[in-house]
Nanobody, 122 residues
Framework: QVQLVESGGGLVQTGGSLRLSCAAS????????MGWFRQAPGKEREFVAW????????YYGDSVKGRFTISRDNAKKTMYLQIDSLKPEDTAVYYC???????????????WGQGTQVTVSS
């Protein structure tokens, strides 16, 4: 089992920045892929990025390349998502997830956090 807790969401103005955190506990060594997803009201859950704990490899969804940066601190077992130049269309609940496969489909991740709300005002 893996437990995930997100934090860092909030209300920000267009052009601002946020850093989201995801603290992991449990069997993270066997669930080496950590991902970020987001879901806006009325829309499907969208892949943002994943990172591999052991190597630091990263992969981003096309819609977020250039403004989003995923990173991790192995010692703290915490993953981060830095979001810069925020836009109103970034408004969503952001979720972290853990799994074993380097994939972007939500169904590939068996473990999820509760989500953190990001709201960008125009």
């Amino acid at each position: 089992q893996v437990q995930l807790v997100e934090s860092g969401g909030g209300l920000v103005q267009t052009g601002g920045s946020l850093r989201l955190s995801c603290a992991a506990s449990g069997r993270t060594f066997s669930n080496d892929i950590m991902g970020w997803f987001r879901q806006a009201p009325g829309k499907e859950r969208e892949f943002v990025a994943w990172i591999r704990w052991s190597t630091g490899w990263t992969y981003y969804g096309d819609s977020v390349k250039g403004r989003f940066t995923i990173s991790r601190d192995n010692a703290k077992k915490t993953m981060y998502l830095q979001i810069d130049s925020l836009k109103p269309e970034d408004t969503a609940v952001y979720y972290c997830a853990a799994g074993r496969l380097m994939l972007s489909a939500p169904s590939s991740y068996p473990y999820w956090g509760q989500g953190t709300q990001v709201t960008v005002s125009s």
